[in-house]
């Protein structure tokens, strides 16, 4: 057996990102920068109102109150995308939505809701995009009741980004926020390294489709939806390439197909040592491959290696076949070796490890593996984890592993007793 660190050592020596590619925004999600970004404008560029209410001079109505209103003469109507150049002066304000920009002369915004006057009519007199004054019979004036501060309900320009900030850094995974920040600043396109298309199948002549029947001696065929929706979820593109069965020529044609429209390839069962492990086979005949028995449980069978095919090579991660030993392979091994594909630098390619108190105990027994227990973990009290074991630990009851929400990182020994610390990695 060899540590996880070496196996994972293998599998990044044969993966690197390809070049990168300017995307439109609208698919860059998700993505890896391959750029730095700098806004060439500030965000917002002009002083606008962050409230529908009037636009004043706080001089006016500093000594405002309820039993010293202060009346103003309204002189325009201002609407966002709809300026308006007026400029206002001593006792005068100006009625304006949220969005729009700021006229000359004022220095603060009351909200409407502090104004005993100036409600919009539903009889044409409220002010409209097309005029710089109200309409009779809309109010020519507005009464005050109370001071305001200079700045009140003002954007001031550039107080979300200024002209020359670095917005995004090459290397950043992109958000839906980070894409909007984007998009301020008057981008519709990154550089980013282009998400994987990772190919998957299964292998098995025991398998069948979910929907099937059972007869004697099947079982169903999970790894494939289980993989496939761990590929979605951590950002790539998955290619579901169906079930192959346990055939030389079904198996090469698969591998040769997916070498021709896939960046990755993983497969699941076949990668033991086992008579009919025929994936082993055919991937030796295509390829350049490591087959590793690796110092961890569940998960110990794994391979990796390098196939070419058409002028194209591609990494394949063989998995085992059991459903739970399955998903944990591809969480420790596949899913580092994939990030390095979609241009996650090197701290970035683990899940961290946070600590936590176990509750109950989490007992294994002495092997020579580190062992990853399904776990159940939940936010303490004052901050931290704690976790409870989720149930039995076979590799092959996925039930299990469906209950939990982090794996729990047992060296080898006798396991963490109540009240113990443990690593663990909390998956999304």
Known sequence: MIPLDDARAVVLAGCEAPPPLRWPLRVA????TAESVTAVDAVPTFDNSAMDGYAVRTADIAHAHADAPVTLTVIAGVFAGHPVDVTVGPGECVRIMTGAAVPAGVDAVVPVER????????????????TASPKSPAPETVVLTGPATVGDHIRRAGDDVSAGDVVVTEGTTLTPARLGVLAGVGRSSVVVHPRPRV?????????????????????????????L?????????????????????????????ATRSCDALVTTGGVSMGQVD????????LGDMHWMQVAIKPAKPFAFGVVASGGRRIPVFGLPGNPVSSAVSYELLARVGLRRIAGHGDDDLVRPAVTATVSGDLRRRRDGKVHFARVVATPAAGGGWTVTSAGSQGSHQLSVLAGSNALAVLPDGDGVP???????????
């Open 29 to 32: 999600d998700g993505c890896v």
């Open 418 to 428: 109540d009240g113990g610390t443990v690593d663990i990695l909390v998956l999304d």
């Open 199 to 227: 190919g998957v199948f299964t292998t098995g002549d025991e398998l069948v489709d979910p929907a099937w029947p059972l007869a004697p001696g099947q079982i169903r065929d999970t790894n494939r939806v289980v993989l």
């Open 115 to 130: 104004t005993s006057t100036g409600e919009w009519s539903a009889d044409g007199g409220a002010f409209t995009p097309d």
């Open 229 to 257: 929706a761990m590929l979605a979820r951590d950002g790539f593109e998955p290619v579901d390439l169906g079930r192959v069965a346990d055939d030389e020529t079904a198996l090469r044609a698969a591998i040769t197909a």
């Open 278 to 285: 025929l994936v082993r086979v055919v991937l030796d005949r």
